[in-house]
């Protein structure tokens, strides 16, 4: 089993949001194009007069194919994160005052079954079968990172960071 890791995109905000508005949107993403979702960390910090401090790692994986699967992780840092209410409409809406800085991974594993692991002759099988199906294995790449993109202008546009247009709106075929 291998992987080809992609660049890493980041972002920071400073201010007021909802957060578990962030998280469903993020979940969302993930069901509509068919990922599973699970927190693999979650850490709370005593809170400090400024705040708490939280640091979570939210990992999402699609199998594209019996030998290729996407992973992306999250890791999310707050700090002096403090929750707040405020009066939306007539109802009550909790808010977080916080700053957050978010790091996202991707990368596409080969073999994720481990069918060419185990002995050196599988191990060899798994390099020619590669070698064979390059063009397949690296046309599965750029979706990928498309996808990491699109899901950073979604949670940039969560953020009101940037105006309402993806710059790669259409590039999969997809609205």
């Known amino acids: 089993m291998s992987d080809v890791p ?9 201010g007021l949001f909802d957060f578990e508005g962030l998280y469903a949107a993020i979940t969302d993403w993930a069901k509509n194009y ?5 927190e693999s960390d ?17 990992i999402i994986e699609k199998k594209v194919t019996d030998y290729i699967q996407y992973e ?9 994160m403090q929750e707040l209410e405020i009066e939306q409409d ?13 790091i996202i991974k991707g990368k596409m594993i080969y073999d994720w ?6 002995s050196k002759f599988a191990e060899k099988l798994g390099d020619w079968y590669n070698q064979i199906m390059h063009k397949d294995i690296d046309s599965k790449i750029d979706p990928l990172y498309y996808r990491m993109w699109n899901l950073h202008a979604i949670i940039r546009k ?7 247009k993806y710059a790669y709106k259409g590039y999969l075929g997809e609205d």
Do not use: C
Request: a positive charge.
């Open 6 to 14: 992609l660049p890493k995109i980041t972002l920071k905000y400073d």
């Open 34 to 38: 068919g990922f599973l979702w699970h």
């Open 42 to 58: 979650y850490k709370h910090k005593v809170p400090s007069p400024n705040g708490a401090e939280q640091e979570m790692r939210w």
């Open 72 to 80: 992306i992780t999250f890791d999310v840092h707050l700090w002096d």
């Open 90 to 102: 007539g109802l009550k809406k909790p808010i977080v005052k916080a700053r957050i800085y978010i």
């Open 113 to 118: 079954q481990n069918k060419f692991g185990g």
């Open 158 to 164: 969560y953020f009101d960071m940037q105006a309402k």
